[in-house]
């Protein structure tokens, strides 16, 4: 699932393809900058901000790309194309000076902002463990702010914590042994942030461990409930239950919890 961990990957992967690099021919395909080139143009840096990445380039101007649900990059080697049939779906081309092509696909938000304006595009952001501007007691104020809010509510709004996904708040919600819809002020929020933080830097950084929960990468043990619905929780056996998203509503997404190992509080 594309989190703040898959983004921080993912940029390491662009950085080591076109760090440095100019673009010969490219353009965008999608948003408002809809058409306009990219030829000309060399990439300076990427940086991340939770599920947000933004590529900069020496004209002043950086692209700010969000994958959502089904986005995605992929790198093609020079004298190389995307399939045929995936051609429709590209958002952003670049070809580079090396021959290699840059390939944003299927991404729902891609815009042209001037880098000088990044702060003020991203401030409301709450903290990033990813980022060298970690602030754990931020995070913490601002999930105290509102204390009879959902637990999985809390965690999923990226104004509180950025980078959480549905993925990593059903399993921290496990991890602590949280009813996932139990007020956030009743969690100790302060090992709450901490164990968030540890789990998206382990997940970002160390090699088979991405998005590995339970310790164990093997097919179908690596969540401790995330997906698992109708199977057995892997600590103590009980049926995982899931209750459904409502549609357009960011306080109930898809929910998975172990009833036992996560009682609901009377």
């Given at each position: 699932m594309p989190e703040g961990d898959s983004v921080f990957r993912l940029r390491g992967r662009l950085e080591a393809a076109s760090l440095g690099r100019v673009v010969v021919t490219g353009e965008l395909r999608s948003g408002p900058a809809s058409g306009v080139s990219l030829a000309g143009v060399r990439i300076i840096g990427?940086?991340?901000?939770?599920?947000?990445?933004?590529?900069?380039?020496?004209s002043g101007q950086s692209l700010h790309t969000h994958l959502r649900m089904r986005g995605g990059w992929t790198v093609t080697r020079p004298g190389r194309m995307l399939p045929r049939r995936e051609q429709h779906r590209v958002r952003v081309r670049m070809q580079l000076d090396d021959g290699a092509t840059v390939w944003g696909i299927d991404i729902p938000?891609?815009?042209?902002?001037?880098?000088?304006?990044?702060?003020?595009l991203l401030g409301y952001l709450g903290p990033d463990p990813l980022r060298p501007d970690w602030d754990p007691g931020e995070a913490e104020q601002r999930l105290r702010a509102r204390p009879d809010r959902p637990f999985v509510a809390a965690l999923l709004d990226q104004r509180n914590l950025a980078g959480l996904g549905n993925l990593w708040v059903n399993e921290l919600a496990f991890l602590t042994g949280t009813f996932?819809?139990?007020?956030?002020?009743?969690?100790?929020?302060?090992?709450?942030?901490e164990l968030a933080a540890r789990c998206l830097r382990l997940s970002a950084t160390v090699p088979g461990m991405y998005q590995v929960t339970t310790g164990?990468?093997?097919?179908?043990?690596?969540?401790?409930?995330?997906?698992?619905?109708?199977r057995p929780c892997l600590r103590c056996g009980t049926t995982v239950r899931v209750r459904a998203e409502v549609p357009d509503d960011a306080e109930r997404?898809?929910?998975w919890w172990c009833p036992r190992c996560q009682p609901e509080p009377d």
């Open positions: 990427f940086d991340t901000h939770g599920k947000h990445l933004l590529t900069r380039f020496d938000l891609v815009e042209l902002v001037a880098t000088a304006d990044e702060p003020a996932p819809f139990a007020p956030i002020g009743g969690a100790d929020v302060g090992r709450l942030v164990d990468a093997a097919r179908g043990r690596s969540h401790w409930v995330a997906g698992r619905a109708g997404r898809r929910t």
